[in-house]
């Protein structure tokens, strides 16, 4: 079944499409093209079903388009409209009404007065559906200029050191039997000692003995360089600090990609793979860890990326997406936990294994015990810290499984650092940083776990961006400085724009 010709209305798959490119087109910096297009393959396909069922009822192209244009705006904008109501409760009784309460009545009482009028007019809506042609055009033109746009002018790291790092160490293939695995575990806005005592009033001490009663260096104050994700691991995987990118990008830009290039194809990979090693990567579902094309093994542990995520939030499936997506989440943290001390078995050696866990940060899924928990946005500030620290507890349970498995299994001792990106965010990161705010979100958890008495190698001060220079140079002969540990903070509205807190950590 065909439309005619004139009455074919193209707004009805420009707006079925438009949220889809309009989200990739707000993200692009960091999302790959492919996590946009199987969202839009699918809304193009669901607006053309809806659109030729339509008309073989109505057998009026111009009705029918208006009707899928109707349907798919409220469809998309409905996740946005929950987000303006967020942390609105209105307690009646045994019920409390909440956002999607008094939306999806809204929405469906919209979707009824929209498909009466345009059943009962009898007026031509073949000019309306020819100017809706037109906005729909407009609106998708300026978000292909915007992604052009991008990738016209967008500044690449051509990783120029990453060739002579790797050429640092000894190539000898006898040498690479009976090298150590390496574990690289970043538990995320897991706080240091000191922050969950001062700040959180959580004494973690049983924890960090258990660590160090099993081997590990513990730091004692320990400190990231970076208040953001992207810029930490970036650093620490590459053993360089990043204020350069504030000239190379400009202090207000908020292009992520040369950060993230960065974290996927990095130094301490490349090194690495040049001595022999495998590299083993855990999928987050999260930005630049979602996957990583330079893995000799990527392991996928769920099935939902952050663009579909994100996208199917903004839509009236939100309800329902945001209970399956909690699912998929835990899912993701569960595999990883329980597939970190197998990957031994399951790919020759040595290996390299990198797994950003996106815990204790929230969103909070886990109870103390690891049972399922679902929160709403706008928590008051005692039940964020009864979660943040329930999820805290199950991370180190979890923690201490996986060690005792990778230690006991390992015919070689291996190396595991154990390591936050950065802090926890209990106090508001609003106005300028106060001295407990740098404090809380640049203290973080840093462990070792080395062979043959490596921690003689460590130091009190030590920073994630002197890890692997530390490491790389003890046990595999390279020869790097240790670089001044420092600490930056920024904010993701301004990533760039970098303030030096180490004094003021320094005197606290």
């Not at 004139?6 to 798959?13: E, G, R, T, V, W």
């Not at 001490?205 to 513990?218: T, W």
């Not at 995520?309 to 990883?336: F, G, K, N, Q």
Request: glycine content about 6%.
């Amino acid at each position: 079944m065909s439309l005619p010709k004139k009455s074919i209305p193209l707004h009805a798959f420009l707006f079925a499409v438009y949220p889809v490119l309009f989200l990739y087109a707000h993200n692009v910096d960091f999302t790959p093209l492919s996590d946009a297009l199987l969202p839009m393959i699918v809304v193009l396909a669901a607006a053309l079903f809806l659109l030729l069922a339509l008309y073989a009822i109505l057998r009026d192209g111009a009705r029918a388009g208006l009707l899928v244009s109707l349907f798919a705006m409220l469809f998309f904008s409905y996740g946005h409209f929950v987000d303006l109501l967020e942390g609105f409760q209105l307690p009646m009784g045994l019920f409390t009404i909440g956002p999607n309460t008094v939306l999806l009545p809204l929405w469906g009482l919209l979707l009824a007065l929209g498909v009466y009028f345009l059943l009962r007019t009898h007026r031509d809506l073949h000019n309306v559906n020819n100017l809706l042609n037109v906005v729909a055009t407009v609106l998708i033109l300026f978000s292909l200029a915007s992604i052009v746009s991008y990738h016209l002018g967008r500044v690449s790291w051509a990783g120029s050191a990453g060739e002579e790092m790797a050429e640092a160490g000894p190539s000898d293939e006898s040498l690479v039997e009976g090298l150590p695995d390496i574990y690289y575990i970043i538990l995320d806005a897991y706080s240091s000692q000191e922050v969950l005592k001062e700040v959180w009033e959580y004494d973690n001490s049983e924890f960090v003995n258990y660590l160090a009663d099993n081997g590990f260096y513990v730091v004692p104050v320990g400190h990231s360089n970076y208040a953001i994700t992207f810029l930490s691991l970036a650093s620490s995987l590459n053993m360089e600090y990043l204020n350069h990118l504030a000239e190379t990008l400009g202090k207000d830009s908020t292009d992520r990609s040369i950060p993230h290039e960065m974290i996927q194809d990095s130094e301490v990979v490349r090194f690495l793979k040049g001595m022999g090693y495998k590299f083993v990567h855990f999928q987050t579902g999260w930005g630049p860890t979602a996957r990583n094309p330079h893995a000799d093994r990527d392991v996928k542990c769920g099935s939902v990326n952050e663009f579909t995520e994100v996208l199917v939030r903004t839509t009236i499936l939100r309800p329902l997406a945001d209970r399956l997506i909690s699912h998929d989440r835990r899912e993701v943290v569960l595999c990883t936990f329980a597939t970190l001390a197998e990957v031994q078995h399951t790919i020759e050696g040595p290996r390299f294994v990198f797994a950003h866990i996106l815990v204790p940060h929230p969103p909070f899924l886990f109870g103390p015990e690891g049972e399922p928990i679902q929160t709403e946005a706008g928590l008051q500030t005692k039940d964020w810290s009864k979660h943040y620290l329930g999820q805290l507890e199950f991370v180190n349970t979890k923690v201490e499984e996986m060690v005792e498995r990778i230690l006991s299994e390992a015919d070689t001792p291996p190396m595991i650092i154990l390591q936050a990106d950065h802090g926890s965010k209990l106090i508001r990161m609003s106005g300028d940083p106060s001295s407990e705010m740098l404090k809380e979100r640049l203290g973080v958890l840093n462990a070792y776990h080395l062979p043959d008495g490596g921690e003689r190698f460590l130091y009190d001060s030590i920073t994630p961006v002197n890890s692997f220079r530390v490491l790389l140079s003890a046990y595999f002969g390279a020869d790097y400085e240790l670089l001044e540990d420092r600490s930056y903070f920024s904010r993701l509205k301004q990533p760039y724009d970098f303030l030096d807190a180490t004094d003021t950590l320094a005197s606290h």
